[in-house]
């Protein structure tokens, strides 16, 4: 069965920490996408990141950062500084076969 | 590029009414999927069009269904609606049929009472 498991339900952090939100996933697949989903307050989400499982090199935009390891099936990002235009539900997501699977998301809220 | 819309943004229906939402993609983006978003069970698939077939569909009762049109544009409809519908129903655009790498529109949120 596949499954996308986001422990942290909720993060609150001080402006200009760093933070990281984790993904673990589950799928007995070796071809699929993992993907990252911002949904600030307006509730539309926004897409964030897309990898395929054969690319593990972490990536790096601006102040975001993802580290995917297979071997511990994680896919978790990093803001670093944070700030208060961060604060959203973060979603991670793993595609196979266009079945795509959400896990249940991190609210992070950055306090000023 | 104008970005994907929905309409309506707010609805309000009674038990056992049907319910039409509808969702214009981003243009020239052929594939629209449906998503349910509720805060019990999160985010859920409904389903996927590409050129007016649908090409996945997720785990709901026959009363959701879906069409899609020959300019992509998608409705999405509810029938005999139960409270348990109450939800932000979201459409997705994306180029290809590969369901991912998806632009989201703001929402319809469905109210049942």
């Known amino acids: 069965a596949q499954k996308v498991t986001q422990a942290q339900t909720e993060i609150s952090v001080v402006e200009k920490e760093d933070v990281t939100l984790d993904c673990v996933y589950e799928?007995?697949?070796?071809?699929?996408?993992l993907f990252w989903y911002k949904q600030p307050p307006s509730g539309e989400l926004v897409f964030l990141i897309r990898r395929n499982s054969f690319d593990e090199q972490n990536e790096i935009s601006g102040r975001y950062s993802w580290n995917f390891q297979k071997s511990t099936s994680s896919f978790n990002f990093t803001i670093t500084a944070s700030q208060v235009v961060d604060s959203a539900v973060y979603f991670c997501a793993l595609n196979r076969d266009d079945k795509i699977i959400f896990g249940k998301g991190t609210r992070l809220h950055i306090l000023p | 590029k104008a970005g994907v819309t929905q309409t309506p943004r707010y609805l309000i229906k009674t038990r056992g009414q049907q319910v039409t939402l509808s969702c214009s993609p981003i243009s020239g983006h052929r594939s629209v999927s449906w998503y349910q978003q509720t805060p019990g069970q999160g985010l859920q698939f409904l389903f996927e069009y590409f050129s007016e077939t649908q090409r996945n569909k997720g785990n709901f009762p026959g009363r959701f269904s879906g069409r899609q049109f020959s300019n992509s544009r998608s409705e999405m409809n509810v029938s005999t609606l139960e409270l348990g519908d109450s939800a932000l129903y979201l459409c997705a655009s994306s180029v290809s049929t590969r369901m991912g790498e998806q632009y989201f529109g703001p929402g319809t949120r469905l109210t049942v009472t």
């Open positions: 799928t007995r697949d070796t071809t699929y996408y």
